[in-house]
C-alpha cells in the first residue's frame, strides 16, 4: 500500500445514525469539526453496520469476519480468547495500540490486545468500577441509574446529564484521549477512541441540552401499526426494553412529542461529543501530526428514533442498519464521496493493509484503500448485514431480509423508501427475492470456509447480577419517582 500513513486514529461514536449530520443532509446540526473532516476527506454514502447491535458490531471489528464465522449473533455474545485481534496484529508488528472509552468486550475489563486501555463503559452500567467511575469517586461525585433522573420516565430517557459538563463520560473519554496522544510515540500509533454517546440514555450536559429546541426536527417515519405485517421480532424490541431493568421504558407510549424531545437531545448529544473530537484533533495539530495520521469517523450502528415506533436498533431499517464513515489524511481525495459499500469488517482489513501487516487467512472483508485515492471506483454489488438468527442482503435497490423462523422482510427502496410496506413473498418481487436468498447462501458458504474461533454466550457477572437485584428492591421501594412521570 503507497498511502503514507504513520498513524491511525479511529474515532467512533455509540449509536448513530448516518442521517445526524450535516454531510449526510443534516444541515441545522451544529458539528463544525465533523463538517471539516468531511470537507477534507471521503464521505462514505454506504456504510452500513455489520450487525445492528453494540457487541456483535465491536467483535466484528476486532476480529475482522462477520458475525457468522465469530460466533457473536447478538449482544451477550463474545469472541473466544483464541479469536486473534486487530490490536495483537498492530502489536506484534511493533505499533503501539489504545482503546479509550466504551469498547463493550467481555468481560468488560479485557484489553483486547490493547496495550494501553481506558475503560469507560455504558452509561447504564452505573454499577462496573471502570476508570470514569474512579475519576468520578475522586471527585465525590458517582454514576447511578438514571431513573433517579427527572423526566427519564416523561421523555423516555430524553435526560439533561446529572454531571457537569466536563465530568461527562464523553468529556472523560476525550480528555483520556487527550491525555494519551500528547505522549504518545509520533509514529506506528494505532488509536481506538470510542465515545458512548448518543446512545440512550439521551443524556447531554446542560450548556447542550436546549441546542434544537427551535430547529426543525424531522418526524420518525412510520408506525407501529405497521408492525402487523413485520416479523415478530420488531415488536419484540418494544417488549424487551420494557422488562430490562436498566432501561424501564414502555416505548408502545411514545407520542410525537416523546421522539421529538428524545430527537432534540440526541442532536445535542452529537455536537457535544463534535465539540470533543474537536479537543483530540487538536492535539494532533499541535504536534504536526494531522498530515501523517489517518483519521476515521464512524459509528457501531443507528438508532430508531421513533421510526416505525420502535427505539433504539435491532433491525434493518436505515435508521437501524446506516452509520456514517468518513475518512481523512494522508493521500486521501478531499471533499469527496464514495457510493460503495463499507463497513467495519473492511476497516479491520483496511487497517492492516494501510499499516503494512500481512492479512491473515481469517480475516474478511474488503480493502477499502483503492476509494481512498479514487473514490468513484465500483464497489461490491451486494453488502450484508447479520444479527440473531437474522441476515440482510442489499443491493442498492433492494434490501431482503430472511429469518431463521422463516418470516422475511423486503423493500424496494426506490418504490418506497421509508419501508413501512413489506414485500416479503410478494409475486411480483419473487425474481428479486430468488436473486438475493442466493446471495445470502454465497454469502453464508464463504463464511463457512473461515476458521471459526468459538466465540458464543457471555455469563452474567456477579456485579452485574448484585446490581440487577439492587434495581427490583428500589422498584419495590418505589425508590425512582421519576418512573411516576407521565409520558408526554
Known amino acids: 500500500m503507497d498511502i503514507e500513513v504513520k498513524n ?16 449526510y443532509g443534516l444541515s441545522f446540526l451544529k458539528t463544525p469539526v465533523l463538517d471539516a473532516l468531511a470537507h477534507n476527506g471521503i464521505v462514505f454514502d454506504n456504510a452500513i453496520s455489520i450487525a445492528p447491535q453494540c457487541q456483535p458490531c465491536r467483535a466484528s471489528f476486532i476480529s475482522g469476519q462477520y458475525p457468522s464465522s465469530t460466533g457473536v449473533p447478538a449482544n451477550f455474545n463474545w469472541i473466544s480468547e483464541q479469536t486473534p485481534s486487530i490490536a495483537e496484529a498492530f502489536n506484534s508488528a511493533g505499533w503501539h495500540t489504545a482503546a479509550i472509552g466504551k469498547m463493550h468486550f467481555d468481560p468488560w475489563d479485557s484489553t483486547e490486545g490493547f496495550s494501553h486501555r481506558i475503560i469507560a463503559e455504558d452509561k447504564r452500567h452505573f454499577f462496573r468500577p471502570d476508570h470514569h467511575a474512579q475519576f468520578l469517586g475522586r471527585k465525590g461525585l458517582e454514576r447511578r441509574h438514571p431513573a433517579y433522573e427527572k423526566g427519564y420516565n416523561a421523555f ?24 494519551y496522544l500528547e505522549t504518545a510515540p509520533n509514529e ?4 481506538w477512541v470510542s465515545f458512548n454517546s448518543p ?7 446542560n450548556e447542550f441540552v436546549d441546542l434544537y429546541l427551535d430547529a426543525p426536527i424531522p418526524e420518525p417515519v412510520g408506525s407501529l401499526e405497521e408492525l402487523d405485517a413485520k416479523p415478530k421480532y420488531q415488536k419484540a ?19 410525537k412529542h416523546t ?25 494532533l495539530e499541535k504536534r504536526n501530526l494531522l498530515d501523517s495520521t489517518l483519521i476515521v469517523f464512524s459509528s457501531d450502528h443507528g438508532d430508531h428514533l421513533g421510526d416505525h415506533g420502535l427505539p433504539y436498533k435491532g433491525t434493518f431499517y436505515e435508521g437501524s442498519m446506516n452509520v456514517p ?6 493521500t486521501v481525495t478531499p471533499n469527496t464521496r464514495c457510493t460503495a459499500f463499507a463497513d467495519w469488517v473492511d476497516l479491520h482489513r483496511t487497517f492492516l493493509s494501510i499499516a503494512g501487516i500481512d492479512i491473515p487467512p481469517h480475516v474478511q472483508g474488503e480493502d477499502l484503500c483503492k476509494y481512498l485515492k479514487d473514490p468513484t471506483q465500483p464497489g461490491r454489488p451486494v453488502a450484508f448485514s447479520e444479527l440473531d438468527g437474522r441476515i440482510l442482503a442489499y443491493d442498492g435497490r433492494y434490501k431482503l431480509v430472511i429469518c431463521d423462523n422463516g418470516e422475511g422482510e423486503l423493500y424496494d427502496m ?7 410496506t413489506n414485500h416479503f413473498n410478494e409475486e411480483r418481487y419473487k425474481d428479486v427475492q430468488y436473486r438475493l436468498t442466493g446471495e445470502i447462501a454465497r454469502h453464508l458458504v464463504s463464511c463457512n470456509k473461515v476458521r471459526h474461533f468459538g466465540g458464543g454466550p457471555c455469563e452474567s457477572d456477579a456485579g452485574r447480577n448484585k446490581a440487577f437485584e439492587e434495581i427490583r428492591e428500589k422498584l419495590s421501594a418505589g425508590t425512582f419517582t421519576s418512573l411516576n412521570e407521565h409520558i408526554i
Open 188 to 191: 506506528h500509533v494505532f488509536c
Open 199 to 205: 446512545h440512550d440514555p439521551y443524556d447531554p450536559p
Open 8 to 23: 491511525i486514529l479511529l474515532i467512533t461514536t455509540d449509536q448513530q445514525r448516518k442521517d445526524s449530520l450535516p454531510c
Open 325 to 330: 464513515l468518513i475518512i481523512a489524511g494522508p
Open 237 to 255: 424490541i418494544l417488549e424487551f426494553f420494557k422488562k430490562n431493568v436498566l432501561y424501564l421504558h414502555d416505548y408502545s407510549k411514545a407520542t
Open 156 to 179: 423516555l430517557g430524553a435526560i439533561e446529564s446529572p454531571l457537569p459538563k466536563e465530568f461527562h463520560v464523553d468529556a472523560f473519554i476525550a480528555d483520556s484521549a487527550v491525555e
Open 259 to 283: 421522539w421529538e424531545k428524545i430527537r432534540q437531545h440526541y442532536y445535542a448529544s452529537i455536537s457535544f461529543i463534535d465539540e470533543q473530537i474537536g479537543k483530540i484533533l487538536a492535539v
Open 414 to 420: 426506490e418504490d418506497t423508501p421509508t419501508e413501512v
